[in-house]
């Protein structure tokens, strides 16, 4: 992936190296970027406090936020039936340590929430109170009836949650932009994990767990759900983003990268990918 902190594909980064690639030498500081990189205000300070923002980019910050959460929290609730089911000791360990990754970002969406006072509190009790099947994307209302839906989920569906941060990195609200690289990086290991999920069950069938056809008809099940989660093509939500600097990509451009990403992926492993319009809700 593209926000891989090291030199080149599979090199570790040297020795002392800081994440953005810049040396940390003894008594050094790492420059934060402090301006806005793009849309209507580059080179501006970032906004650091709700009380700065339009009152447009407050209220585009705290939808998005809410979105955010509740597809933390939701997906706790979709992979809980499996933390005492997965086939092997290290997959329950795995789905252990998932389920703490993503309370640990729920809490941090909800961080920023707070900071926005009673509006978001507001939104974080009720948040908090949603029971499955209540949130916002279809994704996340699904079960994980079999093994090769969590190999799918986290494959597809986490893929398509690093493209959404990813387009917040480095994005004009400092607290959001500086939450990105820790989730950036714990998200990279759900997806790793469900690839490799979907991997070895085509390779090794029920040795391992479930079957091929389990995996091919699992990615047929998430496959248009994940690209349904990237939104309207002609967004207005999305362009406003950008304008703002608060997201990258619009939601076309962002979906047409993922596919680029992920049909590699899945062919390699003999998993036949869905023609884009396959099932899409959302177009
Ligand atoms: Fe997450
Ligand atoms: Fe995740």
């Known amino acids: 992936m593209a926000n891989s902190p090291s030199a080149g594909p599979g090199a570790p980064p040297a020795p002392g190296a800081a994440p953005s690639g810049k040396n940390l030498r003894e008594g050094g500081t790492i420059e934060p970027v402090r301006e806005i990189l793009w849309g209507s205000s580059v080179g501006v300070r970032k906004y650091e406090t709700p009380d700065e923002l339009p009152a447009e980019l407050r209220k585009l910050i705290v939808k998005l936020m809410v979105v955010q959460a509740d597809?933390?929290?939701?997906?706790i609730q979709q992979?809980?039936?499996w933390l005492d089911h997965a086939p092997t000791l290290e997959d329950r360990w795995i789905e252990a340590r998932i389920v703490a990754d993503e309370a640990r970002h729920g809490l941090q969406a909800c961080r920023i929430l707070k900071d926005f006072g009673e509006e978001g509190q507001v939104w974080i009790d009720e948040l908090?109170?949603?029971?499955e099947g209540q949130h916002k994307l279809d994704a996340f209302n699904m079960t994980f009836d079999l093994w090769a839906d969590v190999g799918a989920f986290t494959c597809l569906v986490d893929r398509v949650g690093v493209y959404q941060l990813r387009?917040?990195?480095?994005c004009s609200y400092g607290?959001?932009?500086r939450a990105m690289p820790l989730m950036l990086s714990?998200?990279?290991l759900h997806l790793n994990f469900g690839a490799n999920v979907l991997r070895r069950m085509v390779r090794e069938g029920p040795k391992y767990a479930g079957t091929p056809e389990e995996a091919q008809k699992a990615v047929r099940r998430w496959y248009p759900r994940a690209l349904d989660m990237f939104g309207h093509s002609n967004s207005e939500t999305s362009r406003k983003a950008i304008e703002y600097g608060l997201k990258r990509w619009t939601n076309e451009e962002a979906r047409q990268r993922f596919i680029a990403e992920t049909s590699p992926i899945l062919e390699k492993m003999g998993i036949e990918v869905p023609p884009s319009d396959f099932d899409r809700r959302i177009t």
């Not at 597809?71 to 997906?75: D, G, L, M, Q």
């Not at 387009?167 to 480095?170: G, L, S």
């Open 186 to 188: 714990e998200e990279q």
């Open 175 to 177: 607290p959001l932009a």
């Open 79 to 81: 992979h809980r039936p």
């Open 128 to 131: 908090l109170a949603k029971k």
């Open 167 to 170: 387009a917040f990195q480095e």
């Open 71 to 75: 597809t933390e929290f939701a997906s």
